[in-house]
């Protein structure tokens, strides 16, 4: 199934640096030259339409005043209002902000959800603050973001560091502010103010679903398979523990502060209240019989069946993609993997279900919280999963169709048929005026 990457397209790789927006561009480039696609069209679809840069005063508890740095980024509309999470991470960046927005657009695209791509951030440690100055920081990056958001504009939703507890303070800023209920101008939220039962789970349910197409189609099943996770966050947590529940054998992971391998199998439900109870939310500290420390970056390079990156953006490398062993890779992560990584990998034959694909669940869902805000009408969580289940094996089987059919791997599969599908709007949409 894996197919070798031409040589010039390895070579066209080789000057790339890892900032996330050059990566996001090159993809953009190589799939769309593969599809024939002019290159002003190309262009368009290469930068975002707007970039939204807000300065945040917070009044922090001790009285003084803090100005933190936050971003929106709308990178298409072409085929549906915009959608993206928001992150909170010390090292969140415009360019950072720009490829994930990116990101989201060719996301919904591949799926084929009636929605565009957009995408937040504040640099900030959201660690480091209290509640009551998250809950400010947040409400005021909320009114300074408005005047461009809402529910036929732009959606926010939950990304790293952020929460369902910050959806409910976005939602409840915006409705003070507009003066009428704003619940779906963001995703992610509790269900008891508006959010969509089974939205907390979606990106680790759906790579669970993706992790069991994909030993299907190699005729294998969950039964027995060795995972490793990276990242023990919303996502890496619950589809370890969804793997864990159907049977697969989940024996490393590993988090900001550090790594745990057990041969036999961790106690996934276990490390989760653990995890749950420590101050940072992290694994530090945890001890079982049979468990043993391992650096946060060795993770990577056990012998298992399926790795799986669910923290940051480009964690496999060129200077590490060449120890990694695992035949599969699915991407958890936003961009966790280089383009040079991604011809390291396909020489030596891993298989890789893109990020775009593969962590798509969660905007899957936020998509059907929007829906039910706009109608004001719930489903019941076994609803959402199937429906969710649906959609993820009709993309899933779409990619890996265009794979074989073209001859190229799954990610340029994927990203061809959601540039296909976003140029397609444009065209027919045309250019304004
Ligand atoms: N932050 C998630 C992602 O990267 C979810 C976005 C959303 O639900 O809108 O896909």
């Avoid at 100055?133 to 990304?159: C, F, K, N, Q, S």
């Avoid at 508006?194 to 993706?210: F, K, N, Q």
Wanted: glycine residues 10%; proline residues 6%.
């Amino acid at each position: 199934m894996v197919h070798k990457q031409e040589g010039t397209v390895a070579q066209a790789l080789q000057a790339i640096e890892v900032n996330p927006y050059e990566m996001f561009k090159t993809q953009v480039r190589l799939a769309g030259t593969k599809l024939g696609l002019p290159p002003d069209l190309l262009e368009v679809i290469q930068t975002p339409e707007r970039v939204l840069e807000v300065s945040i005063p917070v009044r922090m508890d001790d009285g003084s005043i803090r100005v933190f740095t936050g971003y929106r980024v709308q990178h298409s509309s072409a085929r549906g209002p915009c959608k993206g999470g928001i992150r909170y991470h010390p090292a969140v960046t415009l360019d950072e902000v720009k490829a994930l927005a990116g990101w989201m657009t060719l996301k919904c695209a591949v799926v084929d959800i009636p929605l565009g791509g957009g995408k937040g951030g504040i640099v900030c440690d959201p660690f480091e603050l209290s509640e009551g100055e998250l809950e400010r920081l947040t409400r005021r990056y909320t009114a300074m973001i408005l005047p461009l958001i809402g529910p036929w504009r732009d959606i926010p939703a939950p990304d790293v560091n952020t929460n369902s507890r910050i959806m409910n303070w976005f939602m409840d800023t915006a409705t003070a502010l507009r003066g009428e209920p704003m619940y779906a101008i963001v995703t992610g939220k509790d269900v008891a103010v508006g959010g969509a039962r089974g939205r907390r789970e979606a990106t680790g349910r759906g790579v669970m679903i993706i992790t069991r197409e994909v030993l299907a189609r190699l005729g294998r099943d969950l039964r027995g398979t060795t995972v490793a996770v990276q990242g023990f966050g919303n996502v890496g947590s619950v589809a370890a523990l969804l793997l864990h529940q159907a049977g697969a054998k989940v024996v490393g992971v590993a988090d900001v502060s550090g790594g745990l391998y057990n041969p036999n199998g961790l106690n996934i439900p276990e490390l989760i209240d653990y995890v749950a109870q420590s101050p940072k939310h992290l694994i530090d500290g945890y001890s079982a019989p049979g468990v043993s420390s391992i650096s946060r970056e060795e993770v990577l390079f056990l012998d298992v069946d399926v790795l799986i990156p669910a923290a940051l953006e480009g964690q496999i490398t060129e200077r590490n993609a060449a120890r990694i062993r695992a035949p599969i890779i699915v991407e958890g992560a936003n961009g966790p993997t280089t383009p040079e990584a991604d011809v390291i990998l396909e020489e030596r034959g891993c298989l890789v279900v893109p990020d775009i694909l593969a962590n798509a669940g969660g905007v899957i869902v936020s998509y059907f919280e929007w829906v039910q805000n706009l109608q004001s009408f719930y489903w019941d969580e076994e609803e959402t999963n199937s429906r969710l289940t649906q959609l993820m094996q009709r993309a899933f089987r779409d990619v890996w169709q265009l794979a074989q059919e073209k001859k190229v791997n799954l990610r340029l599969a994927a990203q061809m048929l959601a540039l296909h599908r976003v140029a397609e709007a444009i065209r027919l949409r045309g250019i304004f005026p």
